[in-house]
């Protein structure tokens, strides 16, 4: 069932960055109908919208194998924990999806959700990366409220280990780039992925979010993918070198 739950993008070199994309595709298998319009399938609280495109540009362009989800968030979010009471969602943002209503968790946690943090625990075993991206996307406002405007360009988000994020901050804000250091949320509360696959085996990460507004074209994702791609590089070889 591995091609419904995730796919790959270029191979990962030993020891070297790769890119992961919790959020890749609003992509609703045909055995679900969640009672919600195309519209909203095309909304942020589907998928993050852009995150993708700056992914296959990273693996094909700039050599950063990743790896993407296949299915929406809104059929089960793989930036959840399994408890979490927002795994598989019956309200987000304001929106009901009631083809959620008494789902069965765990069979969707067998079907997509372990599935593919399985396949990301094999894959970061065997390349044994020096560096994690973990690519997500932002809206400009919340859609809730949208007198809520969220400046940042990029942010970068982190819960205990701040290693490659500081790094982060600090080029990207030297090229000029309306940066936010833990926004336009905290990873201290919402780094679910990372803290499982990254921090809990003391592997570097950047947890990026891109304000969607700017990678909705490709020329804006393949834009951001160059830029990140550059500072992903500045931030391993300071790794290396410092820490």
């Known amino acids: 069932m591995s091609e419904t739950v995730f796919r790959h993008i270029g191979e990962a070199r030993p020891g070297g960055i790769v890119a992961v994309c919790d959020h890749a595709s609003n992509r609703v298998p045909d055995e679900f ?8 399938l095309d909304k942020h609280v589907a998928w993050d919208i852009g995150a993708g495109g700056v992914c296959d540009r990273l693996a094909r362009r700039h050599g950063i194998a990743c790896l993407l989800s296949d299915v929406s968030r809104l059929v ?8 979490h009471d927002k795994l598989i969602p019956i309200n ?25 943090h399985a396949e990301m625990e094999r894959w970061f075993d065997e390349a044994q990366p ?12 919340l859609e809730s409220d949208p007198s809520q405007e969220r400046p ?22 030297e090229l000029g780039v309306t940066v936010g250091d833990n ?20 592997r570097p990460y950047c947890a990026i979010e891109i304000r969607n507004d700017l990678i909705a074209t490709e020329t804006g994702q393949a834009r951001w993918a160059a830029i990140i791609a550059d500072v992903a590089g500045r931030v391993k070889l300071a790794l290396d070198t410092f820490d």
């Not at 926004?183 to 809990?200: C, I, V």
């Open 183 to 202: 926004e336009p949320y905290s990873g201290k509360l919402l780094n679910a992925t990372m803290n499982r696959h990254a921090e809990a085996h003391g």
């Open 152 to 173: 940042w360009e990029i942010g970068l988000l982190y819960n205990e280990d701040d290693r490659a994020a500081k790094h982060a901050i600090r080029l990207f804000g």
């Open 33 to 40: 109908e969640l009672g919600v319009s195309r519209e909203t």
């Open 130 to 141: 020096g560096l994690i991206l973990s690519i997500h996307s932002f809206t400009p406002e």
């Open 92 to 116: 987000t943002d304001g929106i009901l999806v009631p083809g959620n209503i008494g789902a069965n968790r765990e069979a969707r946690l067998d079907a997509y959700h372990r599935p593919y």
């Open 76 to 83: 089960i979010d793989m930036h959840r924990e399994e408890d």
